[in-house]
């Protein structure tokens, strides 16, 4: 448990809430129901062994807090999480009633675990331990199966590794769901194309020999679209989005649209993750206390990448 003032509220609630969820418990000396609620907030936060982190704020002390929180009685309770209020309740309540409001709103201990397997995996990742920071991501999957995040990395390192046939597995139950999710999708099509490749007639193709019956016809969509696959399953992302937009420039809808559908994959296999700490860049709190001086961001060169074809591709179609 953590007194908060105007003085901390940045470094203990902002910026502390970005990695963890803060639970604020706005009270006075004089509130008869802050004094019973407020020992059951501290035993909670004990036994929940670091899923949470309590902050006090003495409403009466920290007026400008408690304005720019909008608090009209206490005791209330706001669980804040990256930044912004993800909910609250507001009077005295009992241990269940409290922790049926934190198992609604925090995440579990598998999900926590999943969180860090997911984390070190990254770490191993950048590492350059691969096959280490694929058993992890594994691990992670198996603990919390529906994160969608930990199934899209783990997918996408099978793909890179040559796991092939466990990323189609991996990938089966997400792309049997009604919509299907774009980032899914594009892992789709990028396995697809590495299937194709590998099992067509172009399987022992260079370059050389793609530019050669595509510059005896520029029409020949079939073959520019093969190699535009062929680019895809190697990994050169712009070369294959060149390609395709050679196609989408002369014919929209050739194919069911497939060569706009293939670039569409490629730019979301392109664009870079949201940083978790995202909310923290806007320098206020969802109650709009100025909390950060103005930071210069400098854009990711992949986002620009991704700009850059994003715009082309929306030329040709207009």
């Excluded at 004094?35 to 006090?56: D, N």
């Excluded at 990742?125 to 930990?150: C, F, H, M, R, V």
């Excluded at 069911?256 to 940083?275: C, M, N, Q, S, Y």
């Excluded at 400098?298 to 591709?313: F, G, I, M, N, T």
Aim: aromatic share 8%; net charge negative; glycine share 6%.
């Amino acid at each position: 448990m953590i007194d908060v003032t105007m003085k901390n509220f940045e470094a203990e609630v902002i910026a502390a809430s970005m990695t963890q969820p803060i639970l604020i418990d706005f009270w006075a000396p004089w509130c008869g129901p802050c004094k019973s609620l407020g020992p059951v907030l501290e035993q909670l936060e004990a036994a929940y062994g670091g899923r949470f982190t309590l902050v006090k704020i003495n409403s009466d002390e920290e007026q400008q807090l408690a304005q720019a929180f909008g608090i009209r009685s206490i005791p209330t309770c706001i669980l804040m999480f990256q930044g912004k209020p993800v909910d609250g309740f507001t009077g005295a309540q009992t241990a269940g009633q409290v922790k049926a409001f934190l198992d609604k709103n925090l995440p579990s201990e598998g999900e926590l675990a999943a969180e860090m397997d997911a984390d070190e995996a990254k770490a191993l990742l950048e590492s350059g331990d691969t096959q280490a920071a694929l058993e992890k991501l594994a691990d992670a999957l198996a603990t919390d199966p529906g994160n969608d995040d930990t199934r899209y990395d783990y997918i996408r390192l099978l793909i890179e590794l040559g796991g092939h046939e466990e990323a189609e597995a991996a990938l089966a139950p997400k792309l049997a769901e009604i919509p299907r999710k774009l980032r899914f999708e594009a892992l789709a099509q990028w396995l697809n194309a590495i299937k194709f490749i590998a099992t067509s007639a172009y399987a022992d193709w260079d370059a050389a020999q793609f530019d050669e019956k595509i510059a005896a016809n520029k029409r020949d969509f079939e073959t520019r679209f093969a190699k535009a696959r062929w680019l895809l399953a190697l990994g050169d992302w712009t070369a294959a989005m060149d390609e395709l937009l050679e196609i989408i420039m002369r014919d929209k809808k050739w194919a069911d649209e497939a060569p706009r559908k293939a670039f569409v994959a490629i730019l979301e296999l392109l664009t870079p993750p949201k940083p978790k700490a995202a909310a923290q860049a806007t320098g206020k709190t969802a109650g709009g206390i100025e909390v950060l001086g103005k930071t210069a961001v400098q854009e990711d060169p992949q986002a620009a990448l991704v700009s850059v074809y994003r715009r082309k591709l929306s030329m040709m179609l207009n």
